[in-house]
């Protein structure tokens, strides 16, 4: 189970780190996603990151602003974050974590069949 934490209201310009606490033994193996969802579109992927934590791939917008990273290293913690400086107002959305224990590489489109509840973030100009 994902449970996605850390949402929340801030200015542009602003930063929020978003948690996503994993429970289960497959988390240090899954590929980890970060996805969005801003009011009336379509959800789009942000950012995922390999088992290991030594790969990460992210979409165009948020590339230099935003950075996935995750904690393996404490089997207690597993967590996966995303930090997410400069925010902007098309950065509103809800944003949700996913996890693939069998993914191998770091497409977007692949199979994610774990995801996170999603946390708000509104970023006002």
């Known amino acids: 189970q994902l449970q996605a934490s850390g949402g929340g209201l801030v200015q542009a310009g602003g930063s929020l780190r978003l948690s996503c606490a994993a429970s289960g033994r497959t988390f240090s193996v899954s590929v980890m996603a970060w996805f969005r969802q801003a009011p009336g579109m379509e959800r789009e992927f942000v950012a995922a990151i390999s088992g290991s934590g030594t790969s990460t791939y992210y979409a165009d917008s948020p590339q230099g602003r935003f950075t996935i990273s995750r904690d393996n290293a404490n089997n207690a913690k597993n967590t996966m974050y995303l930090q997410m400086n400069d925010l902007k107002p098309e950065d509103t959305a809800v944003y949700y974590c996913?996890?693939?224990?069998?993914?191998?590489?770091?497409?977007?489109?692949?199979?994610?069949?774990?995801w996170g509840q999603g946390t708000l973030v509104t970023v006002s100009s």
């Open positions: 996913a996890g693939n224990p069998r993914g191998i590489g770091l497409d977007p489109d692949q199979t994610f069949d774990s």
